[in-house]
C-alpha cells in the first residue's frame, strides 16, 4: 500500500480496542484527531510515548484533538504492557498489521539498526522505566503519526525512520488550524 500524505482524505476503518469498544474513524468527522501507531506492546520507545500522551491528555483535550493509538500486538500483550498505564483514549491492537498495510506503515530492519546502534536511543530505553528485551526479535515495524481535520483530511502524516520517531506531542499541541501547522 502507498503511503498516505497530506491532503489525503484518511483511510476508514472500524476495529475494537483494547476496551471492547468499538472505535469507528467515521465517528471523528468534526473533530481533529491525532491517529498514533506506535510498534508493539513492550516496545519501551512506545510506552514512553504512550506515558507521555497521558500526562498531555488534558491539553489534547482542551485543544480539541482526539486520540487514537494502534499497537502492532495482541490485545493481551498490549494489556500486559502498555494497558497497565490505563490510557484515557483508544488503543486498538493490529497484531496482524490490517490497519498498517492500509496505511503504509514500514517494516524496517534498517530502521532497527538505527536505533539499536544508537548509544543515546538504547540509554533512553533503558532508563526510561519500561526496558524489554521482548521487541528485540519482534518484526521491526516503524512508528508513524496522522493529523486528520475535521472534514477527515490528512493535515501531516509522518513516518518515523527508528523506533521512538514520532511527531513531537508540543508540535500537535500547537495544531490550531492547517495553515498554522508548521512542522519538518
Aim: hydrophobic share 40%; glycine share 6%.
Amino acid at each position: 500500500m502507498a503511503k498516505i500524505i497530506e491532503n489525503d482524505l484518511f483511510i476508514p476503518f472500524k476495529a475494537e480496542d483494547i476496551n471492547g469498544e468499538t472505535i469507528n474513524l467515521i465517528d471523528y468527522m468534526g473533530q481533529k484527531l491525532y491517529l498514533v501507531f506506535f510498534r508493539k506492546a513492550a516496545c519501551p520507545f512506545c510506552n514512553m510515548g504512550v506515558r507521555e500522551l497521558i500526562k498531555k491528555h488534558d491539553e489534547f483535550i482542551k485543544k480539541g484533538i482526539k486520540v487514537v493509538a494502534l499497537f502492532a500486538s495482541s490485545k493481551a500483550e498490549i494489556l500486559k504492557y502498555a494497558g497497565e498505564q490505563k490510557a484515557p483514549f483508544p488503543i486498538i491492537p493490529d497484531e496482524k498489521y490490517n490497519i498498517y498495510k492500509k496505511y503504509g506503515i514500514d517494516i524496517s530492519y534498517k530502521g532497527m539498526l538505527k536505533t539499536m546502534f544508537n548509544p543515546g536511543k538504547v540509554s533512553k530505553a533503558i532508563t526510561g522505566g519500561f526496558f524489554s528485551l521482548k521487541t528485540t526479535f519482534q518484526d521491526p515495524v516503524l512508528p508513524a503519526d496522522f493529523l486528520i481535520d475535521e472534514e477527515q483530511n490528512v493535515v501531516k502524516a509522518h513516518y518515523g525512520n527508528t523506533y521512538d520517531d514520532h511527531l513531537p506531542v508540543s508540535k500537535i499541541l500547537e495544531w490550531n488550524t492547517v495553515s498554522t501547522l508548521e512542522m519538518n
